[in-house]
């Protein structure tokens, strides 16, 4: 089946640690985004990827990188330099082009540091 | 500057009611496109529908309907006999095509909705 799949669906970090998540889809879409949700909050974009080896900011991309080496893969790394990561991190992807097409969600990983 | 209001924290009704979502928005495009999503307890969003700025058609798909109403910058959710599974949080988004990065949503802060037996 098409899909995005996010990894681990839940990831515990000690303070100082740098952690990545995964973020991986089969749908064959250009574009890929990565958004943190806190509670009661909507989703602010930390990155986003329109085409193979490049990426830009979002709104909250400090403490954060990114790296996007293939189509399929949009992994993000939460650096020791952020000062509060424990949140909902959910990945997107779409077709580009058209700013119409939806985009689609994977579940998610819930991140916390101890 | 995009931005996506929704003003409903919480919502709590009991089964069989019809509850209404509200959703305000803000944009200096002309040409725009927003969007409801469902996002269930398990965390991952769901599409729901899609609206772009030319089309003012309200649309029903079951038990949902949309109303879209570009004199007040409004694109409302209604659910007809609301049901259990239709718990979840709600989230209105908005994309422009002038925002700098092509397809990028700007959400609310969504609704929880809660629907009692």
């Known amino acids: 089946d098409g899909g995005i799949t996010q990894s681990p669906k839940y990831l515990f970090r000690k303070e100082g640690q740098n952690v990545t998540l995964s973020c991986e889809q089969n749908l064959n879409h250009d574009a890929m985004y990565w958004y943190r949700q806190d509670p009661g909050q909507g989703l602010r974009l930390i990155y986003y990827s329109q085409i193979v080896n490049d990426f830009q900011k979002g709104d909250i991309a400090e403490g954060y990188s990114v790296s996007r080496e293939k189509k399929e893969s949009f992994p993000l790394t939460v650096t020791s330099a952020q000062k509060n990561p424990t949140a909902f991190y959910l990945c997107a992807s779409r077709t580009s082009g058209a700013s119409y097409n939806e985009q689609f969600f994977g579940p998610g990983t819930r991140l916390t540091v101890l | ?117």
């Open chain 2, 1 to 117: 500057a995009q931005k996506v209001t929704q003003a409903q924290t919480e919502i709590s009704v009991v089964e069989k009611e019809d509850v209404t979502l509200d959703c305000v928005y803000e944009t200096r495009d002309t040409t725009y496109y927003l969007f409801w999503y469902k996002q269930p307890p398990s965390g991952e969003l769901v599409f729901l529908i899609r609206r772009n700025s030319f089309d003012e058609q309200n649309e029903i798909s079951g038990r949902y309907s949309w109303n879209f109403q570009k004199s007040t910058s409004s694109f409302n959710f209604t659910i007809t006999a609301s049901q259990v599974v239709d718990s979840a949080v709600y989230f209105c988004a908005l994309s422009a095509l002038g925002g700098s990065t092509l397809g990028r949503l700007y959400f609310g802060r969504g609704t929880q909705l809660t629907v009692w037996p």
